[in-house]
């Protein structure tokens, strides 16, 4: 739900309080399920060992894994859920995308155009502002190896660049070598922080005063709502909202 690379963030969604991070395991067992059904073996389901991934990164309990991958065969049932991505504006014309799993379109569209047009936004036509943004495959780990090393194991790997940041290495993949490049790094002994395909932007903006204030409560009521995965968006957040 970090809605962009930058780790700061990423780190202070994993630093919020117990009931946020329910929500978000809630989030991903619900992904789990998806991915599972109908094969719940990540050997022959690189789907689901990607999703896996993406839960171990975020650090949800092994039990928890388990029993959304067990939901697959069970509580879904004949319960059908699409993903469905919705494109719009925020407050002060912040690109936004929303990424989402529901059992009723309807329902959901509703739901985010609400929000959106509650906090100074409005929902897009596809394509809309997803021309913005990247669609890559996205591992963060820690600065247990050197620039080179990383960078050597990365490309090694099929990986098709590696950003350093303070405290961390962003490595980034098409989407189609995700599961390759993942696979070879966790061969490798590496623990990711983050590893999913996410929608970066190219470019960021900077918002302010009431822009910002809005901007921000449109990202908690969409991350509240449960239909809704991800959110990606062009914001740069203060650094303070980032460090919390």
Same mark, same amino acid.
């Given at each position: 739900?970090?809605? @962009?690379?930058?780790? @700061?963030?990423?780190?202070? *969604?994993?630093g919020k309080a117990? &009931? &946020?991070r329910g929500k978000l395991f809630t989030? $991903?067992?619900r992904e789990l399920?998806?991915?599972?059904?109908?094969? !719940?073996?990540p050997a022959t389901n690189s789907k689901l060992a990607d999703v896996i991934a993406k839960a171990k990164a975020a650090n949800m309990p092994n039990d928890n894994i388990e029993r959304s991958i067990k939901k697959a065969a069970g509580e879904l049932g004949d319960k059908e859920y699409k993903e469905l991505t919705y494109e719009g504006y925020g407050a002060g014309g912040a690109a936004v995308i929303v990424?989402?799993?529901? =059992?009723?379109?309807?329902?959901t569209a509703s739901d985010v155009r609400s929000i959106m047009s509650k906090c100074g936004g409005s929902l897009?036509?596809?394509?809309?502002?997803?021309?913005?943004?990247?669609n890559r495959g996205l591992i963060v780990v820690e600065k247990t190896l050197s620039e080179d090393e990383i960078m050597d194991m990365a490309l090694e790997a099929g990986a098709e660049d590696v950003v #350093? /940041?303070?405290?961390?290495?962003?490595?980034?993949?098409? !989407?189609? &070598?995700?599961? /390759?490049?993942? #696979?070879?790094?966790?061969?490798?002994?590496?623990?990711?922080?983050?590893?999913? $395909?996410a929608m970066i932007p190219q470019?960021?903006?900077?918002? =302010?005063?009431?822009?910002?204030?809005?901007? *921000? *409560?449109?990202?908690?009521?969409l991350e509240e709502n449960d239909d809704v995965q991800d959110v990606y968006h062009n914001v740069e957040l203060p650094e303070e909202e980032e460090e919390d």
């Amino acid at each position: 739900m970090s809605g @962009h690379s930058k780790w @700061h963030n990423i780190q202070a *969604k994993k630093g919020k309080a117990d &009931a &946020a991070r329910g929500k978000l395991f809630t989030k $991903i067992g619900r992904e789990l399920a998806v991915a599972a059904k109908g094969n !719940p073996n990540p050997a022959t389901n690189s789907k689901l060992a990607d999703v896996i991934a993406k839960a171990k990164a975020a650090n949800m309990p092994n039990d928890n894994i388990e029993r959304s991958i067990k939901k697959a065969a069970g509580e879904l049932g004949d319960k059908e859920y699409k993903e469905l991505t919705y494109e719009g504006y925020g407050a002060g014309g912040a690109a936004v995308i929303v990424t989402t799993l529901t =059992d009723n379109n309807n329902r959901t569209a509703s739901d985010v155009r609400s929000i959106m047009s509650k906090c100074g936004g409005s929902l897009g036509t596809t394509g809309s502002v997803s021309y913005m943004f990247d669609n890559r495959g996205l591992i963060v780990v820690e600065k247990t190896l050197s620039e080179d090393e990383i960078m050597d194991m990365a490309l090694e790997a099929g990986a098709e660049d590696v950003v #350093t /940041q303070e405290d961390v290495y962003e490595i980034y993949t098409e !989407p189609s &070598a995700f599961s /390759q490049v993942r #696979t070879y790094l966790e061969g490798k002994g590496l623990e990711f922080l983050q590893a999913e $395909i996410a929608m970066i932007p190219q470019n960021k903006i900077v918002l =302010d005063g009431e822009k910002l204030e809005l901007f *921000k *409560k449109m990202l908690e009521k969409l991350e509240e709502n449960d239909d809704v995965q991800d959110v990606y968006h062009n914001v740069e957040l203060p650094e303070e909202e980032e460090e919390d």
